[in-house]
């Protein structure tokens, strides 16, 4: 079975509100994390990303947080916006740190609201 | 800068027929990856190339799939004969040896 996996299929918010996605995984010996957003009709886009040597990582309106603990890894994105509705994917690797071996989760539908 | 090619959007093919996608990577980058995307779900790798050589391809069904990157820039995917099962995006990505994956738009596969 899937390693990497989300916990909510779908997320709805209302706009300028905050999000929290979630992810978890099973394979300890990851030790490289990758948020992605895939808007309908285009190929995944980087968003954020953390090693497991990290706990917390912040960008612009994002944050992701690691859980090495409970192997759980979640984004945040502060005053979501309409641009902000996608699929997100968060993806480990699993060859030691490089980043070409990512394993995808199945993703979360952020619907934006108005 | 152009970002990751692919040609083409979509495709509607009867089963048994073949099909090829093709990719351009971005320019400079040596690694370049073809994934597949089940409706729902995450990508999952096919093939991952270091300039000319495909260095992974443990998760390509060799039977009907295959791929070339004759020059180490553009790459193709052919799927000879496509099944039901093969309806889904394929999409290419590339990068700089391990840093960054940049994703194309990908191609929508229907098979009918």
């Known amino acids: 079975g899937e390693s990497v996996g989300l916990h909510l299929p779908t997320l709805s918010v209302q706009e300028g509100d905050n999000s929290i996605i979630n992810c978890a995984y099973s394979n300890s010996a990851s030790d490289y994390f990758i948020w992605y957003k895939q808007e309908s009709g285009k190929g995944p886009q980087f968003i954020i990303d953390i090693r497991s040597n990290m706990d917390k990582r912040q960008g612009q309106r994002v944050t992701v947080l690691l859980n090495k603990t409970v192997k759980h890894l979640s984004l945040q994105i502060a005053a979501t916006q309409p641009g902000d509705s996608a699929v997100y994917f968060c993806a480990e690797n699993r060859s030691g740190g490089s980043n070409y071996k990512l394993t995808f989760g199945k993703g979360t539908l952020l619907t934006v609201n108005p | 800068e152009a970002g990751v090619v692919q040609s083409p959007r979509y495709k509607i093919i009867e089963k048994k027929q073949p099909v090829a996608f093709w990719c351009n990577p971005i320019?400079?980058?040596?690694?370049l990856y073809w994934y597949r995307q089940n409706l729902g779900q995450g990508p999952e790798l096919l093939i991952r190339?270091?300039?000319?050589?495909?260095?992974?391809d443990s998760q390509l069904p060799k039977d009907r799939f295959s791929a070339e990157r004759l020059k180490g820039v553009d790459s193709t995917l052919k799927i000879q004969p496509a099944e039901l099962g093969d309806s889904a995006v394929y999409l290419c990505?590339?990068?700089?040896?391990?840093?960054?994956?940049?994703f194309g738009p990908g191609t929508r596969l229907t098979v009918l």
């Open positions: 190339y270091e300039n000319e050589e495909a260095v992974d």
């Open positions: 320019s400079g980058h040596n690694t």
């Open positions: 990505a590339s990068s700089k040896g391990d840093n960054e994956q940049f």
